[in-house]
């Protein structure tokens, strides 16, 4: 409460200091309304002080919870801007999970009609149909689970519609795929990429290395490689020539190798036609590295090399890492 007093004007005589003085002095009570000061402080953190900030100010704020799905997702039922402003970041990045589909005969609906297999990109149609896969910049395709068998261009050949409505993708996460059969028909699965992919990260691909460092290659503005794990247990069939590689990506971001140091990848990628231009290098347990280190000498500026060390006196494995700073 603010209590304001004011003074008499003349002076007070002893006859009417009980009265006059109680009489004359003037006691004003202003009565603050604090859910409306609430309500003030409130609007200028929630809805009506972002309307004041500059888009660029609002999007630096937000990029700092990119994090943070949780923080995204508390600020978007704030209001409308902030709304607008946290979607893309949301579903910035998607994880598509499915499922090698049953390779015995589906059943079939009371209405006669085939029944879908549980998971098989389920999440990629009911993202399109909200109409917000415009948003990714980052698409992982992935089984259910590292078990399960790899991916073949028929098990995804029914998605490919939804798959071209990602029109800004940057990172490509490819996870247990069989990669010599999508060489020939590179376009028809990943042409809708070619302009917009700056990193292709594969994990855990089967097919021999030349097939692997073509996809590599067919990437105009690649940047930024990743290859962990690859195999070379399903042999391709006779008759399946790999096409061979006439361009080269530029290949002037970060190049991280896991498990991936056989001769032939290594050799294979160090002869690209545009030649290498990483700037970092991450190699972990690759037996070959000269060839990589000699195509990469002139840019690189950091290379961090993982050795992996086998204890005599126990079975267990460790690793050692050698950093370089040029």
């Known amino acids: 409460m603010n209590i304001k007093l004011k003074l008499p004007a003349r002076p007070i005589n002893d006859t009417d200091l009980p009265v006059g003085f109680v009489s004359r002095l003037l006691i004003k009570l202003t009565p603050v309304d604090v859910q409306h000061r609430v309500d003030d402080i409130s609007k200028q953190f929630t809805g009506a ?31 409308k801007r902030l709304f607008g402003g946290t979607r893309p970041l949301i579903h910035r990045r998607f994880v598509c999970w499915g499922s090698v589909p049953n390779s015995h005969k589906p059943k079939r609906s009371p209405f006669n009609r085939l029944q879908r297999v549980p998971g098989a990109f389920e999440r990629l149609i009911d993202k399109d149909r909200l109409g917000i896969l415009h948003y990714t910049r980052h698409l992982t395709l992935r089984p259910g689970g590292l078990d399960d068998l790899f991916y073949y261009p028929g098990d995804i050949q029914e998605y490919l519609p939804h798959l071209q409505s990602i029109t800004k993708l940057h990172t490509l996460t490819l996870v247990k795929f069989y990669i010599p059969p999508f060489t020939l028909a590179f376009n028809e699965y990943f042409g809708m990429f070619t302009n917009t992919l700056r990193h292709l990260d594969m994990r855990y691909a089967d097919g021999p290395a030349r097939a692997l460092l073509y996809i590599v290659s067919q990437f105009p503005f690649l940047e930024d490689l990743t290859i962990v794990s690859p195999t070379g247990q399903i042999v391709p069939p006779l008759g399946h020539d790999i096409p061979q590689i006439t361009r080269s990506p530029p290949l002037r971001g970060k190049l991280v190798l896991v498990k991936a140091g056989s001769k032939e990848f290594s050799d294979g990628l160090a002869a690209f036609p545009n030649g290498l231009n990483f700037r970092s290098l991450e190699l972990s347990w690759c037996e070959r590295p000269q060839a990589l280190l000699a195509a990469c000498g002139p840019t690189a500026t950091s290379i961090s090399y993982f050795l992996q060390s086998t204890n005599d006196n126990s079975e267990s494995n460790s690793s050692i890492q050698v950093d370089f700073v040029m």
């Open 49 to 79: 002080g972002w309307k004041n900030l500059p888009q660029e100010i609002v999007d630096e704020i937000l990029g700092h919870l990119l994090d943070n799905l949780a923080a995204l997702k508390a600020c978007s039922l704030t209001c």
